[in-house]
């Protein structure tokens, strides 16, 4: 007897381990078979793994295994994120050592994914912080800056005076340091950065190409990019209005960037960032000013902190003169809403038309100029007082643009500027700008890739020679105190010139992390390789990653310096393509309900017990007894301790269940809600596939059934549904709609259970046998990317000897799902000569005429008229000649 419930503890640790032991899903790159890559992003290992990598990690697999049965050679690697700030945290914290604390944690996440039944071929496993890694990381850097692409240049950064670090501008809350709540610094630093912006018009541009990527997505690194067509223009300083302050800036002009020049008639003022030279120059003559400028310098010059900030500004008593009107003086002022990095600095503003001029001028008493007259209304009674107007239009107030539409303004103003001269210059010139900045790599941190220099006084800066990578860190370093400890080591950083021989020392800087997540898939491709970063012939075949899936918050940075990163490979050798990833999906998070102590405390959900009362449902925490308040559904995070623990549930429910439930609740794109309701369905439908499954045996029997010729109305309707259902999960796995394959699976299985419902006889004749064994294969293959461990099992109560996991996938005959049509047997004088399909509701008259058009029956009449048609309607046709 097979036992009534399915055990998936034994059955998940006796699959994982013959699996292992038959390297199932070992990958072999010159395996002939159509390659497919699919590739989850890889986790940081912080510890331990959480609901969402669960959920991203399911939605790979079932990909993965669904290929592999499709026939296709699949890549399904993993590795580990695995340098980063939390590790020197948690060493601050714990006197433990980065390294100690992240291998462990990899040891910890590596058993628990594998406790997930994940089809990864894990002997190409990678660590980052693994100088076999990250050795490779450092001949790209060598690489990219033998090729021009990587420079060294001062820039501004948030320096934390207490941690003696630079901040990312997320770290900065508030203007304070995220960790030591110091008030952050600008410090400007001497910094190396990769030259992205090289590729600014093509990672733009092969955007298009993506297709199968989310628009969204496209959207976002579009308007990242930021490409915008607009105009340099010059205004000439009036040298009466601050004779000082201009000689000795020695400026006699004001150059600024706009895209609407259209609107120039519409100026109001001009606007200085903070931090520009003219500002400068002029806060030299006033201490007011000065300390403007540093006001505004600790609000941070971060995006964020700009357009939160109320829009202010000093009038630095500068006068320019309007382009076109020699007697028309605009006033200069230095703002806060400016930034130094875009543009040149510097704009004219027009309130009328952009709505922080328009705060601005109303806050300063400046006055308002529509130049664009939306259409349709009178440009005689047409103001503006609370809200810029950027709509299209017609052109007022604007003397011989006036009437012109907004484009051709702009053309007529450029042609002018362009002719027009201010110091034997054109005055206007037109310009393409884009918002995307060189990608600052230095980070002040131990825990990263070392970057590969040496800083010698007589030569300068000189690459580490390939020979000597990797540039290992040292191991002997404390963190007791703060601030970079390679900076502190005694020994590390000196070291010979490796020209000159001379005294010299290493940079202490390393990478952003984001580096070393910008080429782990092409490592994949051939982590054995030792001698260079990838062999460019299997990468070449393995790359691009057919199916990526990850997160949408890696949508900027992560998705685009890995674009980046593959073309600047391609340049120097390693790989020949350009872009990393053909498909794209990203996936909704794992969100559940919150609890609050009356106190105020957070409360884990595994504290509590839910009741459904008689007026809605109430809280309990279990220890104790008092009731507490249930909060919204939110994002699974430590601080609402709405989490639940990925190993609790694998160790409760299983695996599959788990993996099963987490595909099953919501469109893979939405957020799913993590239910203890939710959880035991899922068990529910386990153990109810298990039941059919081994009653479906019990039908079939031993020795399975060859192929029928005719099938009975039941055992045909069986196969209909088996094969409509394998067509439909076919249909919607490529579109990684995993909840509608799962609805279909429960169709089926609804479907199968009646039909076991339904046999009385102890006999069963051979078609209906067949069919059950059919679509009991089906039914396994079904759910078998989703279920793996429960697959096998019943591929095996199936009488099957194989694995699942490597068996094809079977064929759907979409001949026999089109349920509108029946296909019936046309005799002649009885004997059967023919097959005929045709519509299940066709009337007799329709059916005598196809049958008596089939070539078989035309054959046998030989131009003769039949004597007599008989028709059977859906059973058969015979023809008496
Ligand atoms: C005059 C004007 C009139 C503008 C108008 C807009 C509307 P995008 O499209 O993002 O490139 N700008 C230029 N440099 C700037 C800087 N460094 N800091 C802050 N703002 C700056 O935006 C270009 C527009 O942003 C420019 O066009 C300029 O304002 C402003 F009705 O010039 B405009
Ligand atoms: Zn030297």
Known sequence: MRPERYNAREAEQKWQKIWAERATFQTHSDDPRAKYYVLEMFPYPSGRIHMGHVRNYAMGDVVARYKRARGFNVLHPMGWDAFGMPAENAAMQNKSHPAAWTYSNIDTMRGQLKSMGLSLDWSR????????????????????????LVTRKKSKVNWDPVDHTVLANEQVVEGRGWRSGAIVEQRELTQWFFKITD???????????????????????????????????????DPASAPQIATEAGAQELEIYTTRPDTLFGAKFMALAPDHPLAAAAARHDPKLQAFIEECKRVGTSLAAIETAEKKGYDT????????????????????FVLMDYGTGAIFGCPAHDQRDLDFVNAYGLGVTPVVCPPGVDPGSFVIEKEAYDGDGTMINSRFLDGMTIEDAKKEIARRLEAQSLGNRPQGKRQVNFKLRDWGISRQRYWGCPIPIIHCEACGVVPVPAADLPVVLPEDVSFDLPGNPLDRHPTWKHVACPQCGGKARRETDTMDTFVDSSWYFARFTDPWNETAPTTPAIANHWLPVDQYIGGVEH???????????TRAMRRCGHLALDEPFAGLFTQGMVVHETYRHPEGQWIAPAEVRVEAGTDGRRAILIEGGVEIEIGPIEKMSKSKRNIVDPDDIIATYGADTARWFMLSDSPPERDVIWTEAGIQGATRQTQRLWRLVCEIERIVGAGRPTMPTAFSAEAHEIRQAAHRALAKVEDEVEQLRFNV???TIYELSNILGAAVG??????????????????????????APMMPHLAEECWSVLGHETLVAESAWPIADRALIVQSQITIPVQVNGRKRADLTIDRDADVKTVEAAALALDAVRRALDNRPPKKVIVVPQRIVNVVI
């Open 758 to 783: 339904a046999i009385e006889k102890s006999e069963i004749a051979d078609d209906l046998r067949f069919a059950f064994a059919e679509a009991g294969d089906i039914l396994v293959h079904l759910f």
């Open 125 to 148: 496993e990678i660590a980052t912080c693994d100088p076999s890694y990250y050795k490779h990381q450092q001949k790209l850097f060598l690489d990219f800056l033998a090729a021009g």
């Open 199 to 237: 590729y600014a018009e093509d990672l733009l541009k092969a955007l298009d190409g993506l297709d199968r990527w989310p628009e969204k997505v496209r959207l976002m690194q579009r308007n990242w990019i930021g490409r915008s067509e607009g105009m340099l223009v010059r205004f000439a300083i």
């Open 741 to 743: 394959c799962i609805a």
């Open 317 to 336: 008593g500068l006068r320019v003169i309007h382009p076109f009107d020699p007697t028309w003086r605009l006033p200069v002022y230095v703002a806060n």
């Open 555 to 565: 949508a900027i940075l992560h998705l685009l310096y890995s674009r980046f990163f």
